[in-house]
């Protein structure tokens, strides 16, 4: 079992910055992939960004060029930080682990970003 825990979301004003954490409760180091995915009210779930087990990533066409994901694998923690944040960035931000390819995510309970003026 991977337990997840995400923190930083909040209130933020449109261009702000907002960077969020994701703390797992075991070792990260050898995990498949970690991500980021976001629901806003009223829509389907969806991937923002991916950190694979040798440290490559891959963005959502909406958020290249303001998100970074990265990661401290001694922490066991993954972070998003978020730049020039849109009105339509908000949402609810979750944490996604797969250890193993044959496993099922395992995932957090979210953390809310609210980008308003």
């Known amino acids: 079992q991977v337990q997840l825990v995400e923190s930083g979301g909040g209130l933020v004003q449109p261009g702000g910055s907002l960077r969020l954490s994701c703390a797992a409760s075991t070792s990260i180091a050898s995990f498949v992939s970690m991500g980021w995915h976001r629901q806003a009210p009223g829509k389907e779930r969806e991937l923002v960004a991916t950190i694979f087990r040798f440290g490559t990533t891959s963005y959502a066409d909406s958020v290249k060029g303001r998100f970074t994901i990265a990661r401290d694998t001694a922490k066991n923690t993954v972070f998003l930080q978020m730049n020039s944040l849109k009105l339509e960035d908000t949402a609810d931000y979750y944490c996604?682990?797969?250890?193993?390819?044959?496993?099922?995510?395992?995932w957090g309970k979210g953390t809310l970003v609210t980008v308003s003026a």
């Open positions: 996604r682990a797969l250890p193993r390819v044959s496993d099922m995510p395992y």
